[in-house]
């Protein structure tokens, strides 16, 4: 008797064990044998729900936990489980984070005054491992893209002019005096840049950018350490008080 597995494997080769090329004389018939069990329908539609996943990604990673043992999918369903229980936003910089305000937030050791503003936490946690900046951050949660139906409104820049404005909302009550551009250099980065710039015109911070090491639709994920560090070290003023 054939696995799970080898009538799968059947199926997603979209050959017929007869060798017929799938027509035969019942399409609808035939069309429900090529259907996966349901249950496996379901993880396949909750999957290519994820950006980047197409259904034969789908199908590669539900034959993947098919393939493995039971346990393995537990834990896998745990993590994300966990994963949205246990992790929020930072109320002051929209990081994630397991505590709010996020360790980042609560290191009185860093320079609260200084804010170096980025797209994604992903970015955030680049810019730390290049171990060069110890001030605070942003998270926008996005960058401006108005094709992609992303707009001003979408990102956290009420909370960072709040931050700004009222040093209460800044972490430990310190008035923000410097505020880095750090978005990606790419089409999108540079709009929200120009948004920033804007709506931070009159709060009384200096606005600076980083340093233009990186290549231009470079993501910031993609640099090395160095070329970050610079990038901070040799921030150009773009905006004086
Ligand atoms: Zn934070």
Redesign the pocket.
């Known amino acids: 008797m054939l696995g799970y597995h080898d009538q799968m494997a059947d199926t997603e080769g979209h050959t017929p064990r007869d060798g017929s090329r799938g027509g035969g004389s019942d399409p609808a018939r035939v069309k429900r044998s090529l259907a996966y069990p349901a249950p496996v329908e379901r993880l396949l539609a909750e999957l290519t729900r994820l950006p980047g996943i197409g259904r034969r990604s789908a199908e590669r990673l539900a034959f993947h936990v098919l393939k493995h043992d039971r346990e393995d999918a537990d834990r896998l369903a745990q993590a994300i489980a966990d994963v949205k229980r246990a992790i929020g936003h ?1 109320s ?4 994630l ?1 397991e505590a709010d ?2 360790p ?2 609560c290191d009185d050791a860093r320079d609260r005054g200084t804010v170096l503003v980025v797209e994604q936490p992903k970015d955030l946690i680049a810019l730390e491992q290049a171990g060069m900046y110890r001030g ?2 942003h998270v926008l949660l996005g960058s401006l893209s108005p094709l992609d139906g992303v707009g001003p409104e979408d990102l956290t820049l009420a909370e960072l002019v709040e931050r700004i404005r009222k040093p209460g909302a800044n ?1 430990g009550g310190v008035r923000i005096t410097e505020v880095i551009l750090g978005m990606n250099p790419t089409v999108e980065g540079d709009g929200t840049s120009l948004l920033l710039m804007d709506r931070l015109a009159g709060t009384g911070v200096t606005i600076s950018r980083l340093a233009r090491g990186l290549p231009a639709g470079w993501s910031m994920q993609l640099a090395s350490k160095a070329v970050l560090a610079d990038a901070i070290e040799g921030r150009v003023r773009v905006a004086e008080p």
């Open positions: 930072c002051v910089c929209s990081n984070t305000p996020c980042i937030c605070l951050y972490a």
